[in-house]
């Protein structure tokens, strides 16, 4: 814990986490709350995971051209002008009563536009530590973005199911553009400049450990949104309980995270974190009971936080600098691609079998999440006793003062 509170207590980290946290917030709030407003509009589970998937989809499409354009225009210009745009396509969902291709269309534009933030952020961490910090500024990232997953779902259930759906995602949209402005407003934002990289777009893949976290970040969140799926089927009598149960998943995720973050990663790091969260996920089909599901998701959810701390520690030190904010861009692809299709597959087995069918979606994705990091070892590299920051460029990097 000693390494966390000496983490709080570098210039800017506490700062710039919050105001990052805030805005990314609407993130554990608008899938849920786009899959109860649509799913009662439309009467059907399969058209909200269409709708998710298209919006995933169009995130997963902008992340790794965002991120670019920010070593173009600079981090501000960009997460401004995408925030407008993605804001407004919100706003649209909430008010308008579309038929299921209409809404597919805006989840898209809301997608494809949205802002930036995490690769952002995950680029500006490696100037503000040491290398010896940033695993485990990391993993404390990966284990307070939790908090989004913890509060978000309570919230958007209580506020959907007890005043209305559109509230919801009216409050969403609040945090959504609240968070932006003070994340763009912050000072790190501004003192790094991300360099032009002279690489064509996609070249960064053919990273071994970029490729890894890429689809074992895929693999993790679409397991992750069938569970979501699936636990909103189970409760969805107007009951509080779907959103109770998600964040208790979410909690296990960031206990695991403040246990586990501070370990040094080695080559089977990524295969045993996933193989705890498989474990917990395997389990949770047999029982769709309140306390199973529960305790099931919380063993899941230990492994979920770890996990991506080594997926974004793996990337940072195999990647040169100017090429973080891509790379972080491809994983993020990556993990929306898996929402997308985890959402959709999850929504159309729930029509066919009920809630179970979600569950079996979910411990499948995740058991290859398993095998994938176990086939590929030798893509993920060593870090025990390593520099984990990103390789330098030749050339000198620009700081902005302030």
């Not at 009662?40 to 790794?64: C, E, F, K, M, N």
């Not at 919230?155 to 005043?163: N, R």
């Not at 993790?220 to 569970?227: E, T």
């Not at 411990?363 to 060593?382: E, K, S």
């Amino acid at each position: 814990m000693n390494s966390y509170l000496d983490l709080m207590k570098t210039r800017g980290v506490a700062r710039i986490m919050a105001a990052q946290l805030v805005a990314r917030f609407p993130a554990g709030m608008l899938s849920l709350a786009f899959l109860i407003h649509v799913e009662r509009v439309h009467d059907s589970y399969a058209a909200a995971g269409l709708v998710l998937g298209a919006t995933s989809i169009g995130q997963a499409i902008a992340g790794p051209l965002t991120s670019r354009w920010m070593g173009v225009w600079g981090m501000r210009r960009v997460i401004i002008m995408t925030t407008l745009v993605s804001a407004t396509a919100i706003g649209t969902i909430a008010f308008a009563v579309l038929p299921v291709a209409a809404y597919m269309v805006v989840g898209f534009i809301a997608g494809i536009s949205w802002p930036p933030v995490q690769p952002a952020v995950r680029t500006i961490y490696p100037k503000m530590v040491n290398s010896k910090q940033l695993t485990p500024l990391f993993s404390l990232d990966a284990s307070a973005q939790e908090i989004i997953w913890v509060l978000g779902p309570v919230i958007t259930t209580l506020i959907a199911t007890q005043i209305g759906t559109v509230h919801a995602i009216v409050t969403a949209l609040a945090f959504f553009v609240g968070g932006g402005a003070w994340f763009v407003l912050s000072p790190e934002v501004g003192r790094v400049r991300i360099p032009r990289s002279r690489r064509k777009l996609g070249v960064v893949l053919k990273r071994p450990p970029v490729m890894l976290a890429t689809v074992v970040g895929f693999l993790l969140v679409g397991a992750c949104a069938a569970v979501e799926a699936g636990v909103v089927a189970t409760f969805h009598h107007g009951s509080p309980e779907a959103g109770i149960v998600l964040a208790i998943f979410a909690a296990g995720s960031l206990i695991g995270g403040l246990m586990f973050g501070h370990l040094e990663i080695g080559p089977w790091a990524l295969a045993r974190r996933m193989l705890l969260v498989f474990f917990g996920l395997a389990l949770t089909a047999l029982i769709l009971d309140f306390w199973w599901l529960a305790l099931t998701l919380f063993v899941a959810g230990l492994g979920i936080a770890p996990a991506l701390a080594v997926m974004f520690t793996i990337v940072s030190s195999s990647v040169k600098f100017s090429d973080t904010a891509e790379a972080y861009g491809w994983v993020g692809t990556g993990q929306l691609i898996g929402a997308a299709i985890g959402s959709a597959v999850a929504g159309f087995l729930i029509d066919a079998n009920g809630a179970v069918g979600a569950f079996w979606v979910a411990g499948g994705i995740a058991l290859l999440g398993v095998i994938v990091p176990v086939v590929f070892r030798r893509a993920h590299p060593d870090l025990r006793g390593r520099d984990t920051g990103p390789i330098p460029d030749t050339e000198p990097i620009s700081t902005l003062g302030g």
